[in-house]
């Protein structure tokens, strides 16, 4: 019989595209707070409601910390995968598919430009690429970043954005640890000034080395911050972690930092602090070298 028949067709639902664009609003994950895209990033990324600092891509954060535009250098290098290494994926895939999503080669851009007029050599990482983690060309790159800076008399700042250092590179991630503070060292001899920026998250091989090494570490707010992962600890000392451990707020309060500075306040801050290590007042006699020093440069 047609009595139970439907005789007349269901209302058709509505149509399935959103007639909102994608990407127009974006909730921030700390206080719900709906952000219209272009004020967000006229915030450089920061809640206007709750100061929650949203992750910056490298560009982005070349973009707030310069003037105008910059001079990139060393782009083109890319790793040559020396292990031939393979855990879920090989690793050339891996390389191949950040590499077509980010753009980049690697996980950092180096750059020189001026911060509020002063001419500065800046590294930046870019987390989207295998978790900012440092392989042999982050190594590389951020090596001749302060190489440039020493021979051209530029201050340097790196902003680190990174979970450690790059296991499918093996031993060879971890030797670009003492590679870095080995030309911060050379920077420290030729009296120039580092500025260390710490962002969320900064953990792993990166804090173990050049993070930490700065004459200022300056952090971003609520950045996390460690070496080794919050759970990892616990089993290791068997104690439950305090509130807020390996949050910039407590590495502050227990002397690991110099200054926590909200990103809209970040690139004065680095001027001021690069215009006093660099006065032009007389220099002091530079004091003399340590002995190993002498003996290398004598040969
Ligand atoms: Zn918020």
Known sequence: MAWFKKQRKPIEPPDKQSRVPEGLWVKCPSCSNIIYNKDLAASLSVCTKCAHHFRLSAAERLKSLFDGP???????LTSTDPLKFTDTKPYHKRLDASIASSGLQDAVITATGAINGI??????????????????VVGEKITRAIERAIARRLPVVIVSCSGGARMMEGALSLMQMAKISGALARLDRARLPYVSVLTDPTTGGVTASFAMLGDINIAEPKALIGFAGPRVIEQTIRQTLPEGFQRSEFLLDHGMLDAVVDRRELKDVISRVLRFGRSDAPRPEPAPQPLLAETISDQ
Do not use: H, K, N, P
């Not at 910059?70 to 083109?76: A, F, I």
């Not at 001419?119 to 042999?136: K, L, P, Q, R």
């Open 70 to 76: 910059w001079q990139e250098y060393d782009r083109g």
């Open 119 to 136: 001419e500065t050599s800046v590294a930046a990482m870019e987390y989207s690429f295998i978790g900012g983690s440092m392989g042999v």
